[in-house]
C-alpha cells in the first residue's frame, strides 16, 4: 500500500473493469486493429512423371498416398492440362513465369530462368506479401 491509500478490489471488480475498458479501446476507430483481410494459402506441387493413376483418390490401389489424398479433398486439382514442353524444367518455367520456354531461356532440362523475367515467386513474395519458398 501507498502513502495512507487503503483500496480493496475484488477479483469480480477488476475483471469487470478490465474488460470495460478493453471494449472501449476497440470501440473507437482510431485505436481499433486495422481489419486484416484473408489471403488463402498456396500450395503449388508439382512432380516429375507422376501420372493421375498414381494417386489413391483417383483410383489407384496399388499405392497408398493419404497426405495428397488430402490435398486432393480440399484443393484444386489440375485433372485436364496441357504442357508448353515435353521436358520438365522448360515446363515448370513456363508455369513459374507465364511465358514460353523461348522467352524464359529454359529450352532444356538444367538451365535457370533467364535473368530479368519475373516470376511467380516475386509477384506473390514482393508484392502480395506472401512468404514463398521453393524446394
Not at 473493469?17 to 486495422?34: D, E, K, N, T
Not at 486432393?72 to 504442357?83: D, E, G, K, V
Amino acid at each position: 500500500m501507498s502513502a495512507g491509500l487503503d483500496i480493496h478490489v475484488t477479483r469480480r471488480a477488476l475483471l469487470k473493469s478490465g474488460a470495460a475498458g478493453v471494449a472501449a479501446c476497440l470501440a473507437r476507430p482510431c485505436l481499433a486493429a486495422a481489419p486484416q483481410t484473408r489471403r488463402p494459402n498456396i500450395l503449388l506441387v508439382m512432380t516429375d512423371q507422376q501420372g493421375l493413376d498414381t494417386l489413391s483418390a483417383l483410383g489407384c490401389q496399388d499405392v497408398a498416398t493419404p497426405n495428397l489424398d488430402r490435398l486432393a479433398r480440399r484443393a484444386t486439382s489440375f485433372l485436364q492440362s496441357y504442357s508448353t514442353n515435353p521436358l520438365c524444367s522448360p515446363a515448370r518455367s513456363s508455369v513459374f513465369s507465364g511465358r514460353p520456354t523461348l522467352e524464359t531461356g529454359v529450352v532444356v532440362n538444367g538451365r535457370p530462368i533467364r535473368n530479368g523475367i519475373p516470376n511467380l515467386g516475386q509477384w506473390l513474395g514482393e508484392q502480395a506479401g506472401y512468404e514463398c519458398l521453393y524446394a
